[in-house]
């Protein structure tokens, strides 16, 4: 294990684990380790102290956190902003993806609660799978708006968001904040926008953005000189742009 840096503990039920043996296990982490996944544990039949007590043994050597597929979306605002700031703060990038925080069932306020918690040194943030086409524009507008100074990559991939209306994706991604220069939106279907219409989005695109991922959009169905419009729109300042499997 001492050449390892990186330790799976994903589908395996942590959750049949007591508070007491979950913590024996974070604090004895090899130091070596520096990312850690604990995907897919259900860790949501634990209160929110008793989390907070298991992410806070976590060794301060851990930068990469996977807390996906586990139901956290089940805890209130309250909750989540104690477990968030158990976090060590060594931890740079933490996943939340796979519906682990169902944003959809958060309300405004509970996610003005839960984003500021966010360990500082956060810089990205990984919100897939969270039926963000619940929410309206200006819940969304609000989270985004939210999150951490420090956050740069944000990922909104799988969130059934081709049901927003063109107006409201450009106010969206208007509001991305400046900070942000990595944002990833595949799998959002937008292949069943029009061409025109996916122009107009792509030119709202904040120009700060530097990499953006529209892969698994169903683009298909668009003729190779329509995609060069959408292309065309883009901000000049994007340098890495990603179309796999839109084929």
């Known amino acids: 294990m001492k050449d390892n840096t990186s330790l799976n503990l994903s589908w395996n039920r942590l959750d049949m684990k ?3 043996e979950l913590i024996k296990i974070m604090s004895n982490i090899p130091s070596t380790i520096t990312s850690l ?19 806070s043994a976590i060794p301060s050597t851990i930068i990469f956190l996977d807390l996906s597929n586990n139901g956290l979306g089940h805890k209130s605002g309250d909750e989540m902003s104690k477990i968030l700031s158990a976090t060590p703060s060594s931890i740079s990038s933490l996943n939340f993806g796979s519906k682990s925080l169902s944003l959809y069932k958060k309300s405004k306020a509970e996610w003005i609660q839960i984003l500021p918690a966010i360990p500082s040194k956060i810089n990205s943030l990984d919100l897939s799978w969270n039926k963000l086409n619940k929410k309206s524009v200006d819940e969304l507008n609000k989270i985004i708006s939210n999150t951490s100074d420090t956050i740069t990559s944000l990922n909104l991939s799988w969130n059934h968001l081709y049901m927003k209306s063109v107006n409201e994706w450009c106010q969206i991604m ?8 990595s ?7 937008l292949g069943k926008k029009s061409i025109d219409e996916l122009a107009q989005i792509m030119s709202n695109i904040p120009s700060t953005i530097i990499f953006l991922d529209l892969s698994n959009n169903g683009l298909e169905v668009k003729s190779g000189v329509d995609l060069v419009k959408v292309i065309y729109s883009l901000p000049s300042t994007i340098t890495f742009f990603n179309l796999c499997l839109n084929d």
């Open 18 to 20: 007591s508070v007491d």
């Open 37 to 55: 996944n604990l995907n897919g544990n259900s860790l949501e039949v634990k209160s929110g102290d008793e989390l907070a007590q298991i992410i």
């Open 174 to 181: 208007s509001n991305i904040p400046s900070k942000i220069n």
């Open 183 to 189: 944002l990833d939106l595949s799998g959002n279907s």
